[in-house]
């Protein structure tokens, strides 16, 4: 096991490597660090010694090992693997998220938009200007870059024209409009009462929420899912069934 790894594997465990390797090399030069402030960073006080012992007093070799352990820690961080689903909601603003809770679903679809590269399918039987507020212009910057955008209305679906016609002109004036498309669930396809964003088969929001501002800004009370994986093609392959052919 060289320096790197060694170094790394005893700041695998820390939330912030680079912090951590910090400390730990401040600690390795000589300055006193109590084992409680190693644990609060996530560092062994155990494992600390033996890298102590292997460095040395080489301030070059530490800073080296330090650095590289870090970058080492945070790469394997990173390749673990991902929960397939992840809970998100809408809540009130003067709401904390609890514990366990990290996503706003306004953030989700937009985090979802911005990181499309090929495709966006949308779905939701209410759609408004205040929801176009939020994703709109995030719709517009994925045509730019060449992201096919499809969104999706129900039969019966709450899609003004005023809207739609709203919708148009921020992708005409930020965008590029040939690369939105506007299809109907075909006649005798069921009420889709769904509400999915899904992008390039790989993740998708499913969930309670509408794209009004209301549904997505925080007045209402919603819950869904982010999805990752495989499960995400058979998602868009259920809205591929009921839609109107083009």
């Known amino acids: 096991m060289d320096d790197t790894e060694l170094v790394g594997g005893a700041l695998f465990e820390a939330r912030n490597?680079?912090?951590a390797a910090a400390i730990l090399a401040e600690a390795l030069n000589g300055q006193w660090i109590t084992r409680a402030e190693m644990r609060a960073v996530g560092l062994d006080p155990d494992l600390f010694e033996i890298?102590?012992?292997?460095l040395s007093d080489d301030p070059l070799r530490i800073e080296r090992a330090c650095l590289t352990g870090a970058a080492w820690a945070r790469g394997l961080q990173a390749a673990q693997q991902v929960d397939p689903w992840e809970l998100v909601a809408t809540l009130p603003g003067h709401v904390s998220l609890p514990q366990g809770l990290r996503r706003t679903t306004g953030e989700t679809l937009v985090q979802l938009i911005t990181a499309a590269q090929v495709h966006v399918k949308a779905v939701a039987p209410y759609m408004t200007r205040g929801g176009l507020d939020h994703l709109g212009?995030?719709?517009?910057?994925a045509t730019k870059r060449g992201v096919e955008i499809e969104i999706m209305i129900p039969s019966g679906a709450s899609l003004t024209s005023t809207t739609l016609a709203e919708m148009l002109e921020i992708i005409k004036d930020e965008g590029d409009h040939r690369r939105l498309r506007i299809v109907s669930f075909h006649s005798n396809a069921p009420w889709a009462h769904l509400k999915v964003l899904a992008v390039d088969s790989i993740a998708a929001y499913v969930g309670s929420a509408n794209f009004t501002a209301s549904g997505i800004g925080g007045r209402n009370l919603e819950m869904g899912v982010l999805v990752r994986g495989a499960q995400v093609a058979a998602i868009e392959q259920v809205l591929e069934t009921f839609k109107?052919?083009?």
């Open 244 to 246: 109107q052919p083009v």
């Open 137 to 141: 212009p995030g719709f517009a910057a």
């Open 51 to 54: 890298i102590r012992r292997r």
């Open 17 to 19: 490597p680079m912090a």
